[in-house]
């Protein structure tokens, strides 16, 4: 059996270490041990987490684990959770989602309530991102109704690493 643990930072501004250490601290009261932790710093690139998280998986067998600090790490759409985990449970992995207390494998894969839990916090995932997102709309309206200018400032303010190459372009 191979444990591994999952870690996603959104911004390089956050750090993965917290994750790290909730899941140690996890693996030590469960005395499990990880093999290996997989780690991205991804934001908006979507393709880019599902390329990564089906590279981890593909690699995944029957029996084995996949510790995650929480669900909305695994995944940045309620579709695409609902689809990763089931797909994992379906292959006989068990996932543990600490912060939400789950513990998923095929033996309750069957259990209604998981299947309502995982489903509940990837809808409440997906709310708060939009709810963030509609935030930072209402701030930049905000500060565009207050006369700030917004954005990089129009005309030649810098030099470009393309200056002195017009010849050549």
Sequence with gaps: MAVFAFLRVSTDKQQLDNQQLEILTWANRERVTVDEFVQIQVSTRKRQLVAVVKQMTDRMRKGDMLIVCELSRLARSMQQLLVTVNELVDRGITLVSIKEGLRLSTANSKDLQSKVMVALFSILYE??????????????????????SLGRPKGKTSRSKLDGKEEEI
């Design 127 to 148: 709310v708060e991102r939009d709810m963030i997102s509609e935030r930072v709309k209402r701030g930049l309206d905000r500060a565009r109704a207050d006369g700030k």
